[in-house]
């Protein structure tokens, strides 16, 4: 019988999730989509989901694009992932905007 992924061991689950949820291109959030998208296998079983999301928040660039009278919106989209998820981020950019500018990052914080 071959063995499901939550019975591999766990370096070579991780090794998995690393490959399948590691992106170069930054996740983008703005103001108008704040939701917790989170990746799919990280919807299989309880103990998936807690190695996935570690992985995915620690190890991905999240860029929030806000109008800079919302700063709301980054506290919603922290929210809606979770204070445990909210601790693996490490790469988090937030990018104001003027309302009536046409150019959407006149100002970024890191």
């Known amino acids: 019988m071959k063995p499901t992924l939550c019975e591999l061991p766990p370096e070579l689950r991780n ?10 291109e930054p996740f983008l959030i703005t103001d108008d989509v704040i939701t917790a998208t989170q990746p799919p296998v990280s919807l299989v079983c309880k103990l998936l989901r ?3 999301l570690s992985i995915f928040y620690s190890s991905n ?10 700063i709301s919106a980054v506290q919603g989209w922290l929210r809606a992932i979770g204070s445990k ?5 490490r790469k988090l950019e937030v990018r104001f905007y003027a309302a009536s500018s046409s150019a959407r990052s006149v100002r970024t914080i890191v």
Not at 15 to 24: D, G, S
Not at 85 to 89: K, V, Y
């Open 15 to 24: 090794r998995i999730n690393e490959m399948v949820l590691i992106q170069e």
């Open 50 to 52: 807690e190695e996935a």
């Open 61 to 70: 660039q999240f860029i929030v694009i806000i109008s800079q009278q919302d």
């Open 85 to 89: 998820n909210a601790r693996h981020i």
